[in-house]
């Protein structure tokens, strides 16, 4: 629905304008919208401030879900504090540095370079054309 503008005539009490009826049905229409959008009855437990998404919930997770086949597609420089946990196959076609901890589960392929900082451990490592070197402290079960 777009939204419904109410229309209030030319002059103060001219007639001209909607209703007054018809104008809070425009009123509810475009609330009920609002509404529909953010959560239904149930309101979001999202906050918006500036350039901040936060929950109000307290160890609450969000959620970004594309709906069908569509991806999150981030645009920029991305930066990750705290934590990571990937499931599933995973692409790195530039490079991947990592500072802390991450647990990638599932097939990795990075197609550029990988930087981890810590100590690592691998249970299985396929290197092509590439080398592997080690300054920290690495436990690899399996190299092919």
Excluded: C, W
């Excluded at 777009?2 to 509810?28: H, S």
């Excluded at 229409?29 to 959008?37: A, H, I, K, L």
Aim: no cysteine; charged share 10%.
């Amino acid at each position: 629905m777009a939204k419904q503008t109410i229309n209030i005539g030319t002059n103060q009490d001219d007639g001209t304008g909607d209703l007054l009826r018809t104008a809070f049905q425009k009123v509810n229409e475009n609330f009920t919208e609002v509404y529909n959008e953010i959560g239904g009855d149930s309101l979001s437990s999202l906050r918006f401030s500036g350039s901040t998404i936060t929950s109000d919930g307290t160890n609450q997770n969000i959620i970004i879900n594309p709906n069908g086949s569509g991806k999150l597609d981030v645009q920029g420089d991305t930066l990750l504090n705290g934590n990571i946990t990937v499931t599933g196959s995973q692409t790195v076609q530039q490079s991947l540095a990592v500072t802390g901890t991450s647990t990638l589960t599932g097939n990795t392929t990075i197609a550029g370079s990988l930087d981890v900082s810590g100590a690592t451990t691998l249970s299985t490592l396929t290197l092509g054309t590439s080398s592997l070197s080690s300054s920290g402290t690495s436990e690899l079960a399996d190299v092919t």
